[in-house]
């Protein structure tokens, strides 16, 4: 099996919820799908020039978690960064996973009793409405690809 360095890639087994999506296997699956389309236009512009390919999921947490929200359902919470923002990932049942959290290295994350996450609250800012746009549309042309 390949090792993958995201939280809870060894029990993320969660299958789509949405037949739109049933292509994907699993979180992992979406993780290696999403590594051929996470760019710096889809990281946030406050890191977008930190952005690299070898530290691909910089900026991309709330997007990727809401759009594994899309597919797997369950719900997103947040862990409180300085500075104000959440750091996104998914709880589905008992499965947790945060396909963005090798962007903090060796840093230890608290994935437990942390506030849900809702996307109308995420999207007040109109570009992360718009990337989340473009990272469903290109994920959606890489299904048909599959």
Known sequence: MKEYKFYGWKTADCKPVDSAYE???NPR???DILSEIWCA???APRMRENWTRENQTLGQCSITAFLAQDIFGGKVYGILREGGNYHCYNVVGDC???LTSEQFGNEKLCYENN???FREVH???EEKH???NYLKAELLKKLEEL
Do not use: G, M, N
């Open 29 to 31: 699956h979406l993780y």
């Open 130 to 132: 718009q990337r989340y």
């Open 96 to 98: 947790v996973f945060d």
């Open 41 to 43: 236009e889809t990281c």
């Open 23 to 25: 292509a994907i296997e």
């Open 115 to 117: 506030p849900e996450q």
């Open 123 to 125: 999207w007040q800012k």
